[in-house]
């Protein structure tokens, strides 16, 4: 059971540039979510997904795009990469959106836009 | 505005206890999470509170006071091990996860 897969794990980009962060899990959830991670903040929500087909901004979703075609995968776009983007992204995966609502990440893929 | 504050860095010695608290104000309150995440890597729950009152699991303890927008997370018999950032998260109304910075704990020997 891998839990959740993401790739690739480092990634240097030149401004401007495009790439596709993947996320993969395996535990059937419905529900994941793509985070971004900076030195000193917390954790901030880019794009979520309730299922299948269906996709919702987050608190800081500009600059990014996410599809959800299957249950399994949900893929983070970044168009034009420009040095804010540099960071740490973490997707998670949880199998409900109630309060008890325990994520699972991915290891991270770090970021650096130059 | 919805604030988590947490500690940004604690010192404590192996074997001993430590107290990382966390306060909030969110709009709505539907539980509250504790999370530990090592240096580079991914953050992995520890503990989660929806009523007052503390819930202990082995050498770790979660707190909260709703009244008082307050948790804390009590650590006891610290290992080297420990040494880590510790992520406070409060869902909101909305279920929406809110984030704290994180408190990176430094255990010495």
């Known amino acids: 059971n891998a839990g959740v897969t993401q790739t690739p794990k480092f990634r240097i980009l030149k401004i401007g540039q495009s790439m596709t962060l993947q996320c993969t899990q395996d535990m059937n959830h419905n529900y994941m979510y793509w985070y971004r991670q900076d030195p000193g903040m917390g954790l901030k929500l880019i794009y979520y997904s309730v299922g299948a087909g269906i996709t919702d901004k987050g608190e800081v979703p500009n600059g990014y795009n996410v599809s959800r075609s299957t249950t399994e995968d949900f893929p983070l776009r970044l168009e034009l990469a420009a040095p804010s983007q540099t960071s740490v992204y973490f997707c998670?995966?949880?199998?409900?959106?109630?309060?008890?609502?325990?994520?699972?990440f991915g290891a991270g893929s770090r970021l650096t836009v130059l | 505005g919805q604030n988590i504050d947490q500690p940004t860095e604690m010192t404590a010695t192996e074997g001993a206890i430590v107290q990382i608290n966390c306060t909030y104000q969110t709009s709505g309150f539907n539980g509250l999470f504790w999370y530990q995440q090592h240096a580079g890597e991914a953050p992995t729950f520890l503990s989660y509170n929806v009523l007052d009152g503390l819930e202990e699991k082995g050498r770790f303890s979660s707190f909260l006071s709703r009244s008082k927008g307050y948790s804390y997370l009590l650590l006891k018999e610290l290992q080297m091990k420990d040494s880590a950032s510790y992520l406070c998260a409060v869902v909101d109304s909305n279920y929406q996860l809110i984030w704290g910075a994180g408190t990176k704990l430094i255990i010495k020997p």
């Open positions: 998670a995966s949880s199998q409900d959106l109630s309060g008890a609502n325990v994520l699972t």
